[in-house]
């Protein structure tokens, strides 16, 4: 008989972790210092699928929320981010596309960016990070057909998709780069290239961001089928790609694609059978995402109060549905949903969502 798997307990996602992130943005250190003596109680996780929601990155994420992030966890993030550059530049070398593990939020090199943009003095490391999430604006050419550079041939669960595919979601697709680069313009951190990145990735997202992903046969199609419903999530949805079109317009200094992407979320939130399509009330593709979201894009609006009474409505469906969650973690259990239900940022949590 196997044994049984050892508990993800460096697992922000849904690990003790997220939940010790409850307890340290309600100021209940006490309880958090438990848990993050759990765990780390077997060693931290630095292998190649450490990540911002895994291992060293992860406890670095969560220690930094209470300051108390030190030069060792520094260190070996910083260790692992040169190790997944040298990797990504190894396969950009070869010719081949990369897979959404490269260059994504929960797995990838957005995700470290986002780390990164938390320290109080960003490493010099970010910049070569952002300067490779940039190159994927150039094109790659995939059986000798020039394709968008962050095409993947494999799906955010790792299996592969015939001709693969863009991901145009905020947690695996090309969304999350739009937002971490978009938020490096705003802390004041440029690289070559940036700004030119950030418009390819917006007007492709302009395109095909009402979908999920799109293929290669609809992408070689003459015309595309209408879009199918679906759920206005962060993780994948309208909420979450508005957001970062609206991150984006403030790096581009474009009020037109401002107004859009807020429009957007305005339109999904006043839309009965949008809504009806979120059926839990987690952050990842449910009501704490959804408010969490509509606060950040509130807060850069220049007309907030518009917002005032969807984010009421949403913060009554969170609060009628939380209590069903099974799971006690952060993206898809209680204490993400309790982080959006309470309202409040003041260690930046929501920096782990690319939102802020």
Known sequence: MNAPAPPRTQDLSEGMLGVALLHIERGDLISARALLRQAVAHGVSAGGNASLFHGAPALEFVLGRAGHAGNAVRDTVDRLVTTRLQEARLRQASGEPPSLAEFDLIRGLTGLAALFLTR?????????????????????????RALPGWWSMDGPGHEEMPGGHSNNGVAHGIAGPLAVLSLAARHGIQVPGQRDAIEVFARWLDRYGCRYWITLGELTTTELPPPLPARPSWCYGQLGIARAQQLAALALHD?????TAENTVMGALADPACLSRITDATLCHGWAGLL?????????????????????????RLAADLDRLPKPGFIEGRAGAYLALDGTNTTGWTRALLIT
Request: glycine letters at 6%.
């Open 120 to 144: 109080a003095e960003p490493p010099p490391l970010l910049e070569q990070v952002l300067a490779h999430l940039v190159s994927l604006a150039q094109p790659v050419a995939v059986d000798g």
């Open 255 to 259: 009020p037109a694609r401002q107004l």
């Open 292 to 316: 969490a979201v509509a606060r950040a894009v509130a807060g850069d609006s220049p007309a907030p109060d518009r917002f005032a009474p969807l984010i009421d409505d949403l913060t009554g």
